[in-house]
């Protein structure tokens, strides 16, 4: 059996003082605070830092990617999956990801990257704009009047492609038409 001085022995070496235990629970917690505050920094910073490139299908999304990354024209085919890469700009990576033209596709790529998007390059083929129209006009529609891309205050520019052909509309038609089917 223990005796009385063994059992105060025991009982010193587990007693801890007061003010160490609030050092070491105000340390612990400043830790914790400085980790979540870290957390929220880095997701605002990846946060709202992507562009699409959008248009219906042959509009030359994939094309125009293509010149932004690889400084050159390559053959393309339709798009089934997207296609995405880094820019850098002043210091800072942008994600450039060029969504696929076909409806569903288009749609459902959107619903994935439209909470990260900064902005959209919505791509019009100026060739075949009069027959595409309403078509075209329903797609900027759906993106212009989605609840949480524009809650945002992202920013669409819309970019007439394939003007060096020879029966090519020019942007300010392009405009009217866009305009008169919205």
Known sequence: MMDENSYIKVEKAFWVDPFQMIG????????????????IFQQRKNARRSILIMGLSDSGKTLIFSRIFHNRCIQTY?????????YLINNNFLRVIDIPGHERLCGKFFD??????????FVVDSVTIQKKIRDV???????????SF???G???????NKQDQTMAKGATVIKSLLEAEL
């Open 24 to 39: 070491a629970v105000v340390g612990i917690i400043a830790v914790l605070i400085t980790i979540i505050i870290l957390v």
């Open 137 to 147: 006009a329903e797609l900027l529609y759906n993106i212009l009047t989605d609840k």
């Open 112 to 121: 994935q990257y439209k909470t990260s998007t900064k902005g959209i390059i």
């Open 154 to 160: 992202n920013r669409v520019l819309i970019s007439c």
């Open 78 to 86: 339709t798009s089934l999956k997207e296609n995405s890469g880094k």
């Open 150 to 152: 524009a809650s945002k």
